[in-house]
């Protein structure tokens, strides 16, 4: 547990916070608050028995940010109001997050099977953006980002000035967009918005806090990386190419998820994105399902 604050601290997830496992947030004090629970299960259990968590905050619907819910199932449950009741059936939540029922049900077959997960229920609570969820000696701002996920949130706590900044995570993959309802430019819409807060510190989900000189750096290297993404498929298009094909490249996992949804599913997305807004934009053209480079 890293203290951020009075009355705030980190805890990292498990597998240094990678997915499928998140870093949560805790705020004591008045009572006891958990935003995230997919620090891993055994770890949830221990603060629990230490703390007794009485509100769990979701930042999203993820499933690295739910996993491990169902431990505190009868706890109070604040959801964004963005968030649907497909939370409540893996398919259903499956086929929100791949954009159809057949890969909707390999997708809850997946995150029950390895990741354990078990479906939300309907909250007891909801928050929006600009709605201060206020905690005493902590106060925070909830910020909509959507584009990474329409029910996407960060945090920023008024008392410490500290952005809780959720999936801007400063990974090396850069920023992931890879559902249906994921869209790049409100993405750097948020990212920007976000940015505009006076932190001191930021933490994301996955990785360990930053003070807040290094963190403007990080947020610009992060906003980098949609134009790498975009450059890199650009690249692609050299000599007409199909969807599949640029699929089969593997632009950004490189083919190491191969003959999973996160590949098969996901990483589509990303390319079909990208190529939507380099054919709106005038670089690319397409004819019979070939993507080819303008000028
Ligand atoms: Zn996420």
Not at 72 to 100: A, C, F, I, Q
């Amino acid at each position: 547990m890293i203290k951020l604050a009075k009355d705030l601290y980190l805890i990292e997830g498990d597998n240094n916070a990678r997915f499928p496992f998140c870093n949560a947030f805790l705020i004591t004090g008045r009572e006891t608050v958990i935003i995230d629970t997919g620090i891993g299960e055994q770890k949830l259990k221990e603060i629990d028995r230490t703390n007794r968590i009485d509100r769990v905050i979701i930042s999203h619907s993820h499933p690295d940010h739910i996993s491990g819910y169902s431990v505190l199932r009868d706890r109070y449950l604040m959801l964004p109001e963005e968030t649907g009741d497909e939370v409540n059936d893996l398919v259903k939540l499956g086929t929100r997050l791949t954009g159809s029922t057949e890969d909707g049900i390999k997708w809850a077959a997946f995150v029950k099977n390895i990741l354990r997960l078990e479906p939300l229920r309907d909250p007891d609570g909801r928050y929006g953006n600009g709605d201060i969820l206020d905690f005493d000696s902590v106060r925070l701002e909830a910020i909509h980002v959507p584009g990474h996920l329409n029910d996407h949130y960060c945090f920023f706590d008024h008392e410490s000035k500290t952005l809780l900044s959720t999936d801007i995570d400063f990974s090396s993959f850069g920023p992931w967009y890879g559902n249906p309802e994921c869209s790049i430019e409100p993405f750097i819409k948020g990212i920007r918005k976000v940015m505009t807060f006076p932190y001191d510190q930021v933490c994301s989900s996955h990785k360990l806090p930053i003070t807040g000189v290094a963190a403007k750096g990080c947020f610009e290297q992060f906003l980098e990386m949609f134009d790498r993404h975009r450059q890199q498929i650009l690249g692609l298009c050299d000599s007409p190419t199909t969807l599949d094909q640029m699929a089969a490249i593997s632009p950004f996992y490189g083919n190491k998820l191969k003959g999973t949804i996160v590949q098969d599913v996901f990483e589509k997305n990303m390319i079909q994105k990208n190529l939507d807004l380099l054919v709106r934009d005038g670089l690319l053209e397409k004819q019979n399902g070939y993507f080819r480079r303008i000028g």
